[in-house]
């Protein structure tokens, strides 16, 4: 709750993306009479979890991590980290990337005789879903290198699947982001590329496994 006596400058924060692009004269409203206080208080609750995502998941590793191998607990350290950094990554590139072009989309694709004035609550719950869904698509590497890792498939029988990938990506960004084909795009081809990079580490990985057992071979010849 220590971070309630900034919840107006966060909101702020958050609605700049927009503000900066509302035609001269416009500005967001609240259309309920507690909107001006619930709707900086729910971001705070929002931000607060944001910031504590790094302690939740240690402890789900502390939880977990007393009954893996020691080869185990030497990759899930590493795939913990990259998961906060590619959530967090998902967030800033919502933030700083998608937020800008879509609301330039929005704001000037309009009649001229209609004012922009967004509600301050409806705002919030727009930008929080597409955070969220950002956030959870750039997991895709992860998601993707687990299933490798674990021999639930094959690099070979992803590769052979893109044309199916492609299209779910798209189907994904339909649901999961406002129904126009800026954002739908900005959400799909993101997260196609980074189910690319997930194919990537699981190749190098498997490259890395056989050189090790082809030593070990050659070790046991000896």
Same mark, same amino acid.
């Given at each position: #709750?220590?971070?309630?006596?900034?919840?107006?400058?966060?909101?702020?924060?958050? @609605?700049? =993306?927009?503000?900066?692009?509302?035609?001269?004269?416009?500005? #967001? $409203?609240?259309?309920?009479? &507690?909107?001006?206080?619930?709707?900086?208080?729910?971001?705070?609750?929002?931000?607060?979890?944001? $910031?504590?995502?790094?302690?939740?998941?240690?402890? !789900?590793?502390?939880?977990? !991590? =007393?009954?893996?191998?020691?080869?185990?607990?030497?990759? &899930?350290? =590493?795939?913990?980290?990259?998961?906060? &950094?590619?959530?967090?990554?998902? @967030?800033?590139? !919502?933030?700083?990337?998608?937020?800008?072009?879509?609301?330039?989309?929005?704001?000037?694709?309009?009649?001229?005789?209609?004012?922009?004035?967004?509600?301050?609550?409806?705002?919030?719950?727009?930008?929080? /879903?597409?955070?969220? &869904?950002?956030?959870? !698509?750039?997991?895709?590497?992860?998601?993707?290198?687990?299933?490798?890792?674990?021999?639930?498939?094959?690099?070979?029988?992803?590769?052979?699947?893109?044309?199916?990938?492609?299209?779910?990506?798209?189907?994904?960004? #339909?649901?999961?982001?406002?129904?126009?084909? $800026?954002?739908?795009?900005?959400?799909? $081809? =993101?997260?196609?590329?980074?189910?690319?990079?997930?194919?990537?580490?699981?190749?190098?990985?498997?490259?890395?496994?056989?050189? /090790?057992?082809?030593?070990?071979?050659?070790?046991?010849?000896?």
């Amino acid at each position: #709750m220590g971070l309630y006596s900034f919840a107006n400058d966060i909101y702020t924060f958050v @609605a700049e =993306p927009l503000m900066a692009l509302l035609p001269e004269g416009s500005q #967001m $409203i609240a259309t309920e009479v &507690a909107s001006p206080f619930l709707a900086p208080f729910k971001l705070t609750l929002v931000v607060a979890v944001f $910031i504590a995502i790094p302690f939740v998941l240690h402890q !789900a590793w502390a939880f977990i !991590a =007393p009954g893996l191998y020691d080869n185990e607990k030497a990759l &899930a350290i =590493p795939i913990l980290v990259s998961s906060i &950094a590619l959530f967090y990554g998902g @967030a800033a590139f !919502a933030y700083y990337v998608v937020f800008p072009l879509l609301f330039e989309f929005f704001t000037q694709t309009g009649p001229e005789n209609v004012a922009v004035m967004t509600d301050i609550n409806q705002y919030l719950n727009f930008v929080l /879903k597409l955070f969220f &869904a950002f956030g959870v !698509a750039f997991e895709i590497p992860i998601a993707t290198f687990l299933l490798i890792q674990s021999g639930a498939t094959t690099v070979e029988s992803l590769s052979k699947k893109r044309p199916y990938i492609i299209l779910g990506c798209f189907v994904v960004g #339909m649901l999961l982001t406002p129904p126009d084909v $800026i954002s739908q795009s900005l959400l799909a $081809i =993101p997260m196609y590329l980074l189910y690319e990079v997930g194919l990537l580490f699981g190749r190098l990985v498997r490259k890395r496994k056989e050189e /090790k057992e082809a030593a070990e071979e050659q070790e046991a010849d000896l």
